[in-house]
């Protein structure tokens, strides 16, 4: 049971992946956005969720990176949408 939760956690992290990557070479999304990394970064999670169970070295340390850039990401994302804040 465990076993195929993992799995689904894992497939649903592996589809928010693929959609972040797809939704911004279609031009939908921006790769240094908010939903692209939000998106990105919660596919990662949910991967490495599964990696606890069906652990791989290198797909757990690939989304240690893909977290740590997704969140590099995001904070500065923050940090724009702050400083176009202060300016206006």
Do not use: C, P
Not at 12 to 26: D, K, N, S
Not at 45 to 58: E, Q, R, T
């Amino acid at each position: 049971m465990i076993s195929m939760l993992a799995h689904l956690i894992g497939l649903i992290g592996m589809m928010l992946v693929v959609l972040a990557f797809y939704q911004t070479v279609e031009g939908k999304w921006d790769s240094q956005g908010h939903t692209f990394n939000v998106v990105n970064l919660s596919g990662a999670i949910l991967l490495l969720i599964s990696l606890i169970v069906h652990f791989n070295l290198g797909s757990f340390i690939i989304e240690l990176f893909w977290i740590a850039i997704s969140i590099k990401g995001l904070v500065q994302y923050h940090r724009r949408t702050t400083t176009l804040k202060v300016q206006s």
